[in-house]
């Protein structure tokens, strides 16, 4: 567990990466061999594309860093629960485990709604940790909209 809580302190400082742009501070990385291999964090708001989500920007920096689209053999941390455009593209660049920090009660797609990243339908399954430094992502988050309101 403590090797997960350091992987989610870095996802937690891209987060905090976001707020500066006034994005939503939801940050993920990508580890291989304890390497970070990608990095992202919310860029809705400043390129006006609602697909750049964390996870999204995190999965298309590794696989470029890597040159490849498989990363069977990566963890991707993240502050929130995946939704479901995300954890759909973690089943396709069938990464190894998904460990987020709050859940995600409106949509969440590794456990809390859906369990797409564990769907036996599916092509690919993988490991998911989640409560990881829930307690500093969730108030991070809460902190983030409270300032707003």
């Excluded at 905090?16 to 809705?44: R, S, Y």
């Excluded at 993240?78 to 660049?93: F, K």
């Excluded at 092509?123 to 909209?145: A, S």
């Amino acid at each position: 567990m403590m090797h997960d809580e350091i992987m989610m302190q870095h996802a937690i400082t891209l987060a905090k990466q976001a707020i500066a742009l006034e994005e939503v501070p939801i940050g993920a990385a990508i580890f291989c061999d304890g390497e970070i291999v990608g990095e992202g964090f919310n860029t809705k708001e400043t390129t006006n594309d609602p697909t750049k989500h964390a996870e999204i920007n995190a999965i298309i920096d590794a696989a470029t860093r890597l040159g490849r689209w498989r990363l069977h053999d990566c963890t991707l941390v993240v502050t929130l629960e995946p939704c479901p455009m995300c954890a759909g593209a973690i089943v396709n660049a069938r990464i190894n485990k998904v460990v987020f920090g709050a859940s995600d009660q409106k949509s969440g797609a590794c456990r809390t709604l859906y369990k797409i990243t564990d769907d036996p339908r599916l092509n690919h399954r993988c490991e998911v940790v989640g409560g990881v430094l829930e307690e500093d992502c969730v108030e991070l988050l809460q902190t983030f909209f409270k300032e707003r309101r």
